[in-house]
């Protein structure tokens, strides 16, 4: 059994920060991909930022110089720290895992962390 697991989402002025963590545990033989996906009602989910693990990571465009994706490999742990953050970065985040259990690497998810920009 694997678990993903987030925490640190809240409630933000604009141009505020926020950090979000997430940490994998359970039957795990390697994490591969460790990412955070956003979602806001009505539309698709959308990658904010993900990382491999020999250590490339990529941001999407839209918080590219705001958002900083950190992993910690021994911990299998990922944290997203938040800065300049506006309205539209409101939205549930999702942190995903590509996770190898018994020799197959599936996606997990976990269960998602509010994170609201309002003045």
């Known amino acids: 059994q694997v678990q993903v697991v987030e925490s640190g989402g809240g409630v933000v002025q604009p141009g505020g920060s926020l950090r979000l963590s997430c940490a994998a545990s359970?039957?795990?033989?390697?994490?591969?991909?460790m990412a955070w996906h956003r979602q806001t009602p009505g539309k698709e989910r959308e990658l904010v930022a993900d990382?491999?693990?020999?250590?490339?990571?990529v941001y999407a465009e839209f918080v590219k110089g705001r958002f900083i994706l950190s992993r910690d490999n021994a911990k299998n742990t990922i944290t997203l720290q938040m800065n300049s953050l506006q309205p539209e970065d409101t939205a549930v985040y999702y942190c995903?895992?590509?996770?190898?259990?018994?020799?197959?690497?599936?996606?997990?998810w976990g269960q998602g962390t509010q994170v609201s920009v309002s003045s």
């Open positions: 995903q895992a590509t996770i190898r259990v018994n020799g197959l690497y599936s996606d997990y």
């Open positions: 359970g039957n795990i033989e390697r994490i591969y991909t």
């Open positions: 990382s491999t693990g020999g250590g490339t990571i």
